[in-house]
């Protein structure tokens, strides 16, 4: 007799909401969680929480208060407290997880790729004289690159800042993605930038840059993922459905 599930889904990224889409569709008890970075984040199908746990203790907590069978780990692959305390608080729980990720980019013909294993690394290998540089990192790890004022950057966050970047040559797009190649090209243009810094978050919401930078000839700043600890992955929304006892494809559903 398979356990009727009930569904923590750490959200955030484009393949969460597609899985949300698919738990909504089919009746499946779950809810949605947001860590609250961002004003007015994209409204789910489901329940949704916004907010912290308060740690690993508090994300345990959860679990047992709200009898969750299975957590699924759906978070960005740069949110790396996030995903060591879903696997630790899964285990003092006892809670079936999986981690719902896409796999990360891998160049292709015409890319031209430095990669670095993280933000430091990636902040000193910008030393040198002054360049144009699409920063495409987000908001929050922004301050570490006033160790290179030199250079004109290219900001793009979700959200308009409450103070002004730290950075004294600086241009700022306020914009969510997903990004087409098309429009990210324009604005690479448009900024006559000679670099992008990109995080390998995988996936398609982000890439748009890097196929506006191979069109453009431009070299891109790639920093690799944190490594995270072991746990079951799954590529596809519709993995995460037949591990939760659901037949992917609709209309096949026995007996749930
Ligand atoms: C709050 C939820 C969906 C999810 C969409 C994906 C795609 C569009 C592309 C660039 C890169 C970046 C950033 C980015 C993308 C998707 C996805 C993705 C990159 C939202 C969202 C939340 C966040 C948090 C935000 C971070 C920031 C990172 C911007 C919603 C829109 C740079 C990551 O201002 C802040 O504090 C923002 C912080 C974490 C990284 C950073 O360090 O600043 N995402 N992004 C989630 C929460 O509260 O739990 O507001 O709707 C979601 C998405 N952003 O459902 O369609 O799947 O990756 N997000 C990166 O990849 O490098 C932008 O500009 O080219
Ligand atoms: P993080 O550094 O790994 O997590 C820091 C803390 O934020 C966590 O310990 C947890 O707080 C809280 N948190 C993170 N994700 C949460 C979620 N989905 N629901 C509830 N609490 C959450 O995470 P991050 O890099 O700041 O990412 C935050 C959110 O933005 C995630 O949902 C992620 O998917 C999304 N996102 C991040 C990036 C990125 O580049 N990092 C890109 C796109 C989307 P407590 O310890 O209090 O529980």
Request: charged fraction near 20%; hydrophobic fraction near 45%.
């Amino acid at each position: 007799m398979s356990v009727k599930p009930n569904v923590l889904l750490l959200g955030g990224t484009t393949e969460a909401s597609r899985l949300a889409l698919l738990l909504a569709e089919r009746g499946i008890t779950a809810i949605f969680s947001y860590a609250g970075r961002t004003e007015s984040p994209r409204p789910q199908p489901i329940p949704t929480r916004i907010g912290g746990f308060g740690g690993v203790a508090g994300l345990a907590a959860y679990l047992r208060e709200h009898r969750i069978t299975h957590l699924v780990d759906a978070t960005h692959p740069f949110a790396a407290m996030m995903s060591a305390n879903a696997v630790a608080a899964a285990g003092l729980t006892g809670t079936a997880l999986a981690a719902l990720t896409r796999p990360g980019w891998q160049p292709e013909a015409g890319d031209r790729w430095t990669r670095v294993s993280g933000l430091d690394d990636a902040v000193e290998a910008l030393a040198g004289p002054r360049r144009r540089i699409m920063l495409a990192l987000g908001r929050m790890h922004v301050d570490a690159f006033a160790a290179q004022p030199q250079h004109h950057y290219l900001l793009r966050f979700v959200d308009a800042p409450e103070h002004p970047p730290a950075l004294p040559y600086h241009s700022l797009v306020v914009d969510r993605g997903p990004f087409a190649a098309r429009t990210d090209r324009d604005l690479l243009r448009a900024h006559a930038i000679d670099l992008v810094v990109s995080k390998n978050a995988g996936g398609s919401g982000a890439s748009a840059k890097l196929v506006a930078a191979r069109q453009l000839g431009l070299p891109v700043l790639m920093i690799d993922r944190p490594a995270l600890p072991d746990r079951r992955e799954f590529h596809f929304p519709q993995d995460v459905l037949h591990w939760l006892g659901h037949d992917p494809s609709p209309g096949t559903e026995r007996g749930v």
